[in-house]
């Protein structure tokens, strides 16, 4: 038993001794294109008519560091501020299956092969969809922004407190403490998982059932769809596929389902976009994901045959140097801070109130507590906070993603639109305290 445990915990060791030197860099890109790409930017570039916003959609998607849950709220909210049904589809495909951190991760796991062909699949995947939404979706399907009174604001770790953060503390703040908490755990259990198959399942073991072909690709899509996995959360996994025998494309496959699909995704789409682009939505993964994955599975060999060099994945099985062992550490420590600031910052939102904060409080005004179910990241909590935020007569508003809270201060605020702004999110919100 412990010398099974030992041997478990050395090879997820060294998968997170792989894989943390191009996480930590992708941290620090993730963090500049954070502060660099602002949700007003991404919005006015979507709006309009035509396939030219599907296609900004696509391309934008691809290097965004949006988990599976972060790229749920952040597509209604475009949507809600004048992106097309299109737009939005092509947003929704194309961000989840990678980003700059997931990519760098894919190239140290999986090799150069996959690091190329999957963020072109992603890109592709994304405007198919949107195309497809743009020609055979609900009439009308051109979003219009709603002209409520808002004020232009400016939300996110990535643009929040902007006059009292330096860019490079705001970029730092993203890339190592925002992002690690809304992927860590993910990405710590799909290490383990991964080390869980190097150790105990012999090479090649599934390579009968997953080896190549239609039915392998149907089988890892299906493995795929029910796990609620980021993209760089699935890397380690869809490792431990190929050391089990899995083909590329098999393993593409369900690089594909498993980011891109979840229940509170389809729910979304549904909910916010349609009946009809929801199954286009569907049709476009599972289209993707075994046209691609037979491509790709055609592709490797040829690769293998004139450039031998880069259709190898050895960056998963080789002996980690002090570096990497180095980077892990410190991957750890970037973790485990990320996780005790949220930890801090819930405990002291949790504290009861002053008599001189109540009363500074009930000086501005109306205060309207409300609960919220479904948020599950930072994006979300962002995002809840920037659509509360632009409803008429709201002064400040507080977030509570462990709680499920949101305060709400202001003059003459209208209950029923700030609970319809949330929801436009993707999410349900009912009134506590007013």
Known sequence: MLDTLSLIIGESWQLLGQMAPYLLFGFLVAGILSVGISPEWVERHLGGRGLAPVVKASIFGVPLPLCSCGVIPVSASIHRHGASRAATTAFLLSTPQTGVDSILVTYSLLGPVFAV??????????????????????????????????????????????????????????????????????????????????????????????????????????????????????????????????????????????????????????????????????????????????????????VEETLPQLATYAH?????????????????????????SRFLREKRAAKPQTENNKIKRSSQGQRLELAVTGMTCNHCVENVRRAVTECTGVQNVEVSLKRGRVVVEGENLDPDRIMSAIEELGYQARILKS
């Open 316 to 340: 998963a099985h080789a002996e980690g140097g002090w570096f990497s062992q180095l980077a892990a550490v410190v991957l750890l420590g970037v973790l485990t801070f990320s996780f005790g």
């Open 117 to 302: 062909f999957r963020p072109i699949v992603a890109l592709l995947t994304g405007f198919l969809g949107g195309v497809l939404v743009r020609f055979f979706g609900e009439p009308n399907g051109e979003g219009s922004a709603r002209s409520k009174e808002r004020r232009p604001v400016c939300s996110g770790d990535g643009c929040a407190d902007k006059d009292d953060k330096s860019v490079l503390l705001r970029i730092l703040k993203y890339g190592f403490v925002t992002l690690p908490q809304d992927i860590g755990p993910a990405l710590l259990i799909g290490i383990l998982i991964a080390g869980v198959m190097a150790a105990l399942v012999p090479a090649g073991y599934l390579q009968a059932y997953v080896g190549g072909g239609v039915l392998s690709i149907l089988v890892m899509m299906a493995v795929g769809i029910p796990i609620y996995v980021c993209a760089t959360a699935s890397i380690p996994i869809a490792a431990g596929f190929l050391h089990m025998g899995a083909s590329f494309g098999a393993v593409l496959a369900f690089l594909i389902a498993g980011p891109a699909t979840n229940a509170a995704t389809l729910t979304t789409v549904w909910k916010v976009l349609g009946k009809r682009t929801t199954a286009l939505f569907v049709f476009t993964i599972a289209v993707s994901a075994v046209g691609f994955g037979l491509l790709l599975d055609r592709l490797v060999p040829i």
